[in-house]
């Protein structure tokens, strides 16, 4: 298997980025520099370990943000006999064998010359960690944000999902939202029911189809971005307010109610079917 290779910021040119699809729509993002990667969620250890064969790269450590199989399935045949950290959340350690460092809020991870602040991001489970490459604008957000859209609530409650893609969407716009589910074109059809006079969403789903129809990856999106499109970012614009009430038939109370209202929306979705 064959990867492409970013750079991953304009003002570090040796430091570069990549992406690996492992099963249906799982991706594995890896920073590179000097012939040494770093893996983030590695699901599936078969295609990590070509791709990395296949451009001469030496795996030097292993980043997971949370529990789910197809994010830590493949840290044993990668890392056989330890000698490669994996850092992981401390909250999720009796869940995740292989992990050597446990990281909680706050923490910082120093790897490939970088620093990669540890953000604690419960929701889709409860000890779920995202990594903040502020150097470079980027974020590895597992399934926490997903563009146009956020993981489900498998764990955590609305109150603390919403804080915690608020805490997101606090970065910078150009930070880089590497998730690692190609859900994108789903996602927007829900967005779409929410917002449907929206132009910035408009454009966005003509550019993720043509994307899609070339087999090439939507992602990463943008933080900026996703502050306009995503509704589970915008659960303080009136549209959304309005649409969240308009489903639910009743008034909301407050920002999480709506959240809440949204993601329940979202989870029994089923996009119209196309006319001819």
Known sequence: MSIALCPAAPADPTLQFGVIPIFNDNYVWLLCRDGEAVVVDPGDAGPVRAALDGVGLR????????????????????????????YGPRAEADKIKGLTVLLDDGDQVELLGCRLDVLAVPGHTL?????????AARLFCGDTLFSGGCGRLFEGSPA????????????????AVHCTHEYTESN?????????????????RRWVTGQRHNG??????????????????????????????????????????????LRAWKDHFRPPAATT
């Open 59 to 86: 795996l030097s450590a292993v980043l997971i943000t949370h529990h789910h199989f197809d994010h830590v399935g493949g840290i044993a045949a990668l890392n056989p006999n330890g000698d490669v950290p994996v």
């Open 127 to 135: 000890g779920h960690i995202a990594y903040h490459l502020a150097s």
């Open 160 to 175: 603390q999902m919403k804080a915690s893609l608020d805490r997101l969407a606090a970065l910078p716009d150009d930070t």
């Open 188 to 204: 927007l059809a829900f967005a779409a029911a929410v917002e449907p006079a929206s132009t910035a969403l408009a454009e966005y």
């Open 216 to 261: 090439e990856p939507t992602l990463p999106s943008r933080i900026g971005l996703e502050r306009r499109i995503n509704p589970f970012l915008r659960c303080n614009e009136p549209a959304v307010h309005d649409a969240a009430a308009r489903h639910a038939d009743r008034a909301m109370r407050d920002a999480v109610d709506i959240f809440a209202t």
